[in-house]
């Protein structure tokens, strides 16, 4: 078994010697109401973020050789280098290797970790308290509510939008011709085909015949 501690540039502290044990701190959070008419209600609001916690001591040069140091640091450096983490908000990778413990997290506010000087061989002890790190997803009022939004928009974008422009028409006149018609209406009097083939169903197969009080579509 071994304890390591990884931030994201890279850097990684291997324990020197593992800690007796590590304590892992679950549950779920409940919210307690009050009710008049129904009495005291709990709800569950969720998992609460797992804490760990474990304490050991890093060996000092005097002990280096020692079977049980894995693999040895100075004592002021690990120190210097959990204390840089802390103070910086790091968030970091624990991984304790032969269990199910590889979480991201964060030191545990504060008293998250201290440490002393003893025994004379230049060991430091330390204690070392983390919390799981769970990623916080922040919404915008629009990602909030995005039916209602979109709903809105929609609505919105609906009053504002132009009618459909009436169809334009135009009704036959004693003496017209197609030809005049579309002179007056399109402004040009070589478009009267586009008129005819407007308006099949009401000319009928000879463009020349065209009926005072007929109705015909101009486009």
């Avoid at 039916?147 to 929609?154: I, L, Y």
């Avoid at 919105?156 to 006149?173: D, E, L």
Wanted: aromatic content about 10%; glycine content about 10%; hydrophobic content about 35%.
């Amino acid at each position: 078994m071994d304890f390591y501690l990884t931030a994201p540039d890279g850097s990684r502290l291997h324990f020197p010697v593992n800690p007796e044990r590590i304590t892992c701190d679950t549950g779920n959070r409940i919210l307690t109401f009050d009710v008049i008419t129904l009495g005291e209600i709990s709800l569950p609001r969720g998992r609460v973020p797992i804490g760990f916690s474990f304490e050991g001591f890093f060996p000092g040069e005097a002990r280096k050789d020692d079977p049980m140091v894995k693999s040895w640091r100075s004592p002021k450096e690990l120190v210097g280098l959990l204390s840089l983490w802390r103070n910086e908000g790091i968030k970091l990778r624990l991984l304790v290797t032969e269990t199910p413990i590889n979480h991201d997290v964060y030191f545990d506010g504060d008293g998250s970790f201290q440490h002393e000087w003893r025994r004379g061989h230049g060991d430091c002890w330390y204690s070392l308290r983390f919390v799981e790190a769970r990623e916080m997803l922040l919404l915008t009022e629009t990602e909030v509510r995005p039916a209602t939004t979109m709903v809105a928009s929609s609505s919105a974008a609906g009053s504002s939008r132009p009618a459909p422009p009436t169809p334009k028409t135009y009704t036959v006149k004693s003496g017209d011709t197609l030809w005049a018609v579309a002179k007056q209406t399109l402004g040009d009097g070589g478009r009267w085909r586009e008129i005819y083939n407007n308006n099949v169903d009401v000319i009928g197969k000879d463009p020349n015949l065209i009926r005072p009080g007929q109705v015909l579509r101009i486009a």
